[in-house]
């Protein structure tokens, strides 16, 4: 799973490479070519996956991260980003990329697509817990952590770059994000479910 395999090989991108986006909801990310074996091995590195579900006009997507929760950091590399996926298709995916024994925290909109996804393969898909202000309270903990992104995650660069707080009618912003360019930021926020924000440890059910 390593991808880079000496400090050499890093190679950091500012946001400026993309352009300057207004309003942005994550501000706190670089992208930055990196060793995921060598950061796995941190003692204080937990994974963290989490799924969104697309059909038609939206695509299902996976989250795949890794949470350093004394540096404070998220690791994201690697990532699932297509349309027109059956519940079949997102397991032979997932399970193709490797991940299908994983702790996934998915859309508790889709409890169907849960269940089929859990009794054909993925034993560790959970749904996410959402509630009121979840979204915010998501956005919140992740503000607090870093965010550093392989390249190869090239559909997350450019929604996180995208990911945008919403305006009224005046065009003022409001605290309340798009509902755009946020499947793989939603993905990450049911991922971060399992960490405790004001402890950064993980919690484990």
């Not at 993309?18 to 070519?33: A, H, Q, S």
């Not at 990329?97 to 996934?104: F, V």
């Not at 503000?143 to 929604?159: A, G, M, S």
Request: net charge negative.
């Amino acid at each position: 799973m390593g991808i880079a395999k000496s400090y050499e090989d890093i190679v950091y991108s500012s946001k400026e490479d993309w352009g300057i986006v207004e309003g942005l909801v994550f501000d706190n990310w670089e992208e930055r070519v990196f060793d995921v074996e060598e950061i796995a091995k941190r003692p204080s590195v937990k994974s963290a996956f989490g799924m969104d579900f697309g059909y038609v006009n939206d695509p299902s997507t996976l989250f795949c991260g890794l949470v350093d929760t004394v540096a404070r950091e998220i690791y994201v590399f690697d990532e699932m980003y297509q349309k027109g996926m059956s519940n079949e298709d997102i397991l032979t995916k997932v399970t193709e990329m490797g991940y299908a024994k994983e702790r996934i925290r998915a859309d508790s909109a889709e409890p169907k697509s849960i269940a089929y996804l859990r009794k054909h393969g993925l034993r560790n898909i959970r749904s996410a817990k959402k509630g009121a202000d979840s979204i915010r309270a998501g956005i919140s903990l992740i503000q607090d952590y870093k965010i550093i992104i392989h390249p190869r995650c090239v559909n997350f660069l450019t929604e996180i770059n995208s990911y945008t707080w919403d305006v009224d009618k005046f065009d003022n912003r409001i605290n309340k994000p798009i509902d755009d360019f946020n499947h793989l930021m939603d993905a990450m926020r049911y991922a971060m479910e399992d960490f405790d924000g004001r402890k950064g440890v993980r919690i484990l059910k």
